[in-house]
């Protein structure tokens, strides 16, 4: 690497990479010329004069991924290196998923699944512009863009969320969702899934769905049901979404459960007939397993569960919920009741339903990653890799190309995040330089933790953020305000 002259210290080139310019396109061999935080330049041969040369070759040149379902809102403040999703080549995550965000709400002991943004005490930004304004101070490694939680909505504005809300209530909502929409939040999410949501009927869901749409937002859900009633469930996000004029996110597709399982065939099925009548996409992440907190009603004595943390038994984390109940002498329900509050992995799903709902076109890559877990699912640290290396380039699923554009361009595009996405003259320089033999996720369900090999570079607003396996000393993502209708 040469260091340049330094007569233009912001401007960098990256030469004789090849090319994956994220919108789904044949991959070409290019420089990428950057000049502060935007591409200016894609082509042969670019002249080197008064910039800092990185050699690409034999490389490939990506857009940053876009992590679409996180629930890093609390860790983008804690610890704003965020190693485990940079390290993946990630340069933007979407927080806020599943009906948990943690603005707008002040709250010292939250009820799960709230407790899953490190604590039932890290509550304290009553809206969401004093959010935003805590994440240009942290100025974490990644770009953030934020959804609205329906759950955080109705703990905010509840005395009890388990009922459904008076008219009052759902005003107040209202109020605090526009307020999100104007501090520049991308969409409004839901988990109708969890307790703090479930007594919520779809008029209360399409009121918020519409506010969302006139914002020019998107909406993200965590459906009613992912198990037998999973055609109901996407029927309710589909008629939600359509009344509130809103294009909607399926998130973490699944058939869950054995009786279940080979279901994607006829759920894809239905997805596709009900896009001819409204925009609607999916997110996944590469894994047969879901985890969430420590649910008794998920304790059904026939699937795995292997647990994450417990408060009352911290020792038990990483270890089978079968073994410790073995150990203890008691029924699987007992030993969930006596490790909560807890979280778990839930092995869940089935192989050919996971890579049928990866290849389907609407699907973009989102982790779901859980970064507070003390021994968290693998997913949190391996997600992009292994669907480029093990999906992509061991099983042949699909090509390279349609990897990246799963967790750039088409990303970009369903989450209105101008400018990003794609390799282009005038876009932003958030760039992931890999190779594409060595890309490979290393983390496993016996050890979580571990840095994914073979991504060498990555850039984030046209600064360099990872390189040679460590976080750059000095952080640049921001806040992506969603673009004004
Ligand atoms: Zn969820
Ligand atoms: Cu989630």
Redesign the pocket.
């Known amino acids: 690497m040469n260091p340049g002259n330094g007569k233009n210290q912001s401007a960098l080139l990256l030469r004789g990479g090849t090319v994956i310019d994220g919108t789904g396109a044949q991959r070409f061999v290019a420089d990428v010329r950057i000049e502060g935080e935007r591409i200016v330049a894609v082509g042969t041969n670019l002249a080197e004069e008064g910039t800092h040369v990185l050699d690409a070759t034999g490389k490939i040149v990506a857009p940053g991924f876009i992590d679409v379902?996180?629930?890093d809102d609390q860790v983008v403040l804690s610890a704003p290196q965020m190693l485990p999703k940079i390290s993946q080549g990630v340069t933007t995550v979407v927080i806020g998923?599943?009906g948990?965000s943690l603005a707008p709400l002040v709250h010292s002991n939250v009820p799960p699944p709230l407790n899953l943004l490190g604590g039932p005490d890290k509550y304290v930004y009553p809206t969401m512009a004093a959010y935003v304004t805590a994440v240009d101070a942290a100025r974490p490694a990644v770009n953030v863009a934020a959804l609205v939680g329906h759950s955080t909505l109705r703990i905010a504005t509840m005395d009890d969320p388990y009922r459904p809300a008076t008219p009052a209530e759902q005003t107040r909502m209202c109020e605090l969702l526009r307020e999100g929409m104007a501090a520049g939040a991308t969409g409004f999410s839901s988990?109708v899934f969890y307790p703090t949501g479930a007594a919520a009927d779809i008029d209360e869901l399409a009121l918020f769905a519409g506010i969302t749409g006139d914002a020019g937002g998107v909406y993200t859900t965590?459906i009613r049901q992912e198990m037998d009633k999973v055609l109901d469930s996407l029927d309710e996000a589909f008629d939600t979404a359509r009344r509130g004029k809103v294009p909607v996110v399926i998130?973490?597709h699944k058939c869950a459960g054995p009786r279940n399982w080979g279901r994607t065939v006829e759920t894809l099925a239905h997805i596709d007939a009900a896009r001819t009548q409204q925009p609607i996409a999916l997110d996944m992440y590469p894994y047969i397993a879901g985890s969430?907190v420590l649910r008794k009603e998920a304790v059904d004595g026939i699937i795995d569960i292997m647990v994450t943390w417990s408060t009352p038994h911290p020792e038990t984390a990483g270890r089978m919920l079968a073994a410790i109940a073995a150990e203890w002498g008691c029924s699987q329900q007992e030993a969930c009741e006596r490790l909560q509050p807890g979280g778990a992995c839930y092995f869940q799903m089935r192989e050919d339903d996971v890579q049928r709902v990866l290849q389907y076109p609407a699907t973009m890559i989102g982790s779901?990653g859980l970064p507070h877990d003390q021994h968290p699912h693998p997913r949190l640290w391996g997600t992009f890799p292994r669907v480029l290396g093990h999906y992509s380039r061991d099983l042949g699923l699909f090509s390279l190309e349609t990897a990246v554009h799963k967790m750039s361009g088409l990303s970009a595009r369903q989450f209105r995040l101008e400018d990003r996405g794609d390799i282009r003259v005038g876009a932003f320089a958030d760039i992931t330089v890999f190779d594409p033999m060595a890309i490979k996720d290393a983390a496993t369900f016996e050890r979580p933790k571990a840095q994914a090999l073979g991504v060498d570079c990555v850039l984030v607003n046209g600064a360099i953020a990872y390189r040679a396996g460590a976080v750059a000393p000095v952080r640049n993502g921001r806040f992506l305000r969603r673009p004004r209708n």
């Open positions: 379902h996180t629930h998923n599943c948990i988990g965590h998130s973490h969430t779901d």
